[in-house]
Nanobody, 121 residues
Framework: VQLVESGGGSVQAGGSLRLSCIAS????????MAWFRQAPGKEREFVAG????????SYVDSVKGRFTISRDNAKNTVYLQMNSLKPEDTAVYCC???????????????WGQGTQVTVSS
C-alpha cells in the first residue's frame, strides 16, 4: 500500500487549501481513511477521518466547521478541504489508511510521507 499526498503550500490566514491523497490500494473502498498533522516540536495529531462504509466522518474540535474530509472511491483518493486557515494549522499533513476503519482517530497502519502546509498571519 502506498499513499501519496499533494496540495500543500503556503497561504495567508483566512485562505484555503485542498489536500489530496492517492492510494495504491486495489480495494480502496474497503479502507477507512484519515488525515493527521504534526507541527514542529509537537506530537502527531488526528485531524479528520472517514469511514470505509456509510460515510461516517469525525474531526478534531479545532477544525470542525473549517475542514471537510471526503473520498472518491473511483479515483482511490481522499481529500481534505481546509478553509479559514489559521497560523496554528501549520504542520506536515499525512494521510493514513486502515482496512475497514470507521473514521476514528486510531488504528491506522498505512501512512503517507506528508505534505507541508504553512499559514502565515
Amino acid at each position: 500500500v502506498q499513499l501519496v499526498e499533494s496540495g500543500g503550500g503556503s497561504v495567508q490566514a483566512g485562505g484555503s487549501l485542498r489536500l489530496s491523497c492517492i492510494a495504491s490500494i486495489r480495494t480502496f473502498s474497503d479502507y477507512g481513511m484519515a488525515w493527521f498533522r504534526q507541527a514542529p516540536g509537537k506530537e502527531r495529531e488526528f485531524v479528520a477521518g472517514i469511514s470505509w462504509i456509510g460515510g461516517r466522518r469525525s474531526y478534531v474540535d479545532s477544525v470542525k466547521g473549517r475542514f471537510t474530509i471526503s473520498r472518491d472511491n473511483a479515483k482511490n483518493t481522499v481529500y481534505l478541504q481546509m478553509n479559514s486557515l489559521k497560523p496554528e494549522d501549520t504542520a506536515v499533513y499525512c494521510c493514513a489508511a486502515a482496512l475497514r476503519a470507521r473514521g476514528g482517530s486510531a488504528g491506522y497502519n498505512y501512512w503517507g510521507q506528508g505534505t507541508q502546509v504553512t499559514v502565515s498571519s
